[in-house]
């Protein structure tokens, strides 16, 4: 591909992107996001940590946590507007996580009966028992490396999660060009400057106490 070719990849809409539909698209411009190249400075403003499994007997509350357990049991409620919930265990203790109108099907299918999975939310307490309501992360223990990392935090708008907008900047930066630099190298050096692309990478980088200064 030459450098035109990589250049104009920056200018795609990002309707161009997996998983970019109609309804993204239209939040991502609410943000003032049109092109690929608007997800590039639109740049975190801190980091979530969710690198440690937290046990389940030294959880704080409002605090957001990462823990490893067993799903035991499902209640879905029949009446109303009550939440499903699905009550997990490990060694330390139990917790509910609630979903409110989650559909039950996929609840059991990213939850199954008796797996280890990795969950990641925020603390809350209600009747004596800790819980996670509408977790933001539920993963197999295959996939634990994604959840437990720093993770960068943007500023977003109404309709957009983090993740999924996680998932749309991890495309972009996966395939970020390498385009020819405009300053020569003998400058950069001088300078202490890093080149475009690595800079770029830096500052979305899941490394929370990068200086991107």
């Not at 993204?24 to 940590?49: A, C, F, M, R, V």
């Not at 917790?95 to 009966?113: A, Q, T, W």
């Not at 490396?145 to 996966?174: C, F, M, N, W």
């Amino acid at each position: 591909m030459n450098n035109d070719k990589k250049i104009n990849y920056l200018f795609n809409k990002v309707s161009t992107l997996k998983g970019v539909g109609e309804k993204l698209t239209k939040y991502l411009k609410n943000k003032k996001i049109e092109n690929i190249n608007d997800l590039l400075w639109n740049l975190p403003y801190s980091y979530t940590d969710r690198s440690e499994i937290s046990e389940l007997d030294k959880l704080e509350i409002g605090k957001i946590s990462t823990v490893s357990v067993v799903v035991k049991k499902y209640n879905f409620p029949r009446r109303g507007n009550l939440p499903n919930k699905v009550i997990c265990e490990n060694e330390k203790g139990k917790i509910d996580i609630i979903f409110f109108n989650g559909r039950e099907g996929y609840i059991k299918k990213i939850l199954p009966i008796n797996k280890r999975v990795i969950i990641s939310g925020k603390i809350n307490f209600f009747r004596e028992r800790y819980q996670i309501t509408n977790p933001e992360y539920v993963t197999n223990i295959e996939n634990a490396d994604y959840v437990q990392k720093s993770i960068p935090k943007y500023a977003l708008t109404e309709g957009l999660t983090e993740k999924s907008y996680r998932k749309i900047i991890e495309q972009v930066i996966e395939n970020l060009p390498d385009i020819e630099e405009w300053y020569e190298d003998s400058f950069l050096k001088k300078m202490n400057f890093l080149d475009w692309r690595t800079s770029l990478l830096k500052m979305h980088s899941e490394k929370k106490k990068e200086d991107i200064n």
